[in-house]
């Protein structure tokens, strides 16, 4: 059996008739919050067990383990950069939003 290469980023689901846009704008975040942890706990996996296999560290290593202050910082950095993929569509939204309301009111429809 040959591994399948999964993609580094999920593609955008196509619209979902009878669905509002938030309603897809939560299943994309979904969608690729669910793609990223099932990647992150197959490479995972797979590091622990070389790792182990290896004789590198324990099977316990990792639960025991302190980050120091630069691997904090650094995983502070990849937190914020996950936050910021996921939550992407409800940003995406919020701007559309935005510019929809910014509009100067058209005199006509005022009347």
Known sequence: MTAQRLPRTPKRLDAIPGRSAH????????????SEVTILRAR???????????????PHAVDT??????????????????????????????????AVLSQPADPETQL
């Open 65 to 98: 383990f302190s980050p120091d202050p630069a691997a904090q910082q650094a995983r502070e950095h990849m937190r914020l950069h996950s936050m910021n993929k996921i939550f992407r569509p409800l940003q995406e939204a919020a701007l559309a939003d935005l």
């Open 23 to 34: 309603d897809e704008q939560n299943l994309a975040m979904i969608v690729s919050l669910a």
């Open 44 to 58: 995972l996996d797979a590091c622990e067990r070389l790792l182990i296999a290896a004789n590198i560290f324990s």
